[in-house]
């Protein structure tokens, strides 16, 4: 009887930690998405310039190393909001580039109805069934590296087809990225909230920009 009170006590408690995390992820997630969304407008209609591929990409990675240090104080907050809000800066060259196009607003507004459906229903899919999804997380690890890989190939190269070959790959791949966390969150795994919400994020962020790439392309061909 006594082992049984132990073991109820224990998923008890487990059950309480995994809801504290994900009430704690959905929450900044929500804050850093306003927070983004806001400097992105911001940036657009300020029609700021886009910082380029290698300052993007120095700020990304330097940010995000400093937010894996400082993961567990409330520096990785701070540097989680100016992560997100330098993201959203980084969208508004994008969004007037679409908006400037015959019938920008409603790419627009797909990609991002795309995207949140995307998320919602990937989510509720692994909240649902709770069902174990890290066996995505080798096959998400190896994606991400071969479109690393490509996106820096292309540089080189400026092929439209690998571009859009990137975006099309991004999408299945940021829908299994949000599957794995969340499921990494709910079976005990993730127990940080702040690095939760940035994979997370940076999900939803991927997912709309190559939502948006491909809506874009598609209508420049008309």
């Known amino acids: 009887m006594n082992n049984r009170s132990q073991t109820y006590v224990g998923q008890n408690e487990s059950t309480l930690a995994v809801n504290k995390v994900l009430r704690n992820t959905y929450t900044l ?26 300052i993007t990409l120095v700020a ?20 989680t909001f100016a992560l997100t809000g330098f993201l959203g800066y980084t969208l508004g060259p994008i969004l007037n580039m679409a ?20 998320f919602f229903a990937t989510s509720a899919y692994v909240l649902t069934t709770k069902k174990d999804m890290s066996k995505l997380g080798g096959l ?4 991400i590296i071969m479109v690393f890989v490509a996106m820096l190939a292309n540089l080189f190269f400026q092929l439209p087809a690998l571009q859009l070959a990137i975006s099309a790959i991004m999408i299945p791949l940021m829908a299994m990225l949000i599957m794995w966390q969340t499921s990494d ?14 994979t997370l994020y940076v999900s939803i962020y991927n997912l709309f920009l190559s939502l948006l790439q491909l809506l874009m392309a598609f209508s420049g061909d008309d």
């Open 140 to 143: 998400v690890t190896a994606g």
């Open 185 to 198: 969150i709910i079976n005990g795994g993730e127990r940080n909230y702040i690095l939760a919400t940035v």
């Open 99 to 118: 908006l400037s196009m015959p019938g920008g607003g409603e790419m627009v507004a797909t990609a991002l109805g795309g995207t949140a459906l995307t």
């Open 60 to 79: 990304y990675f330097g940010l995000l190393f400093g937010i894996h240090k400082t993961k567990d104080s409330g520096m990785g907050i701070v540097l």
């Open 29 to 54: 997630l929500a804050m850093t998405l306003a927070f983004s969304a806001i400097v992105a407008t911001i940036s657009t209609m300020m029609n700021l310039p886009y910082p380029g591929f290698i």
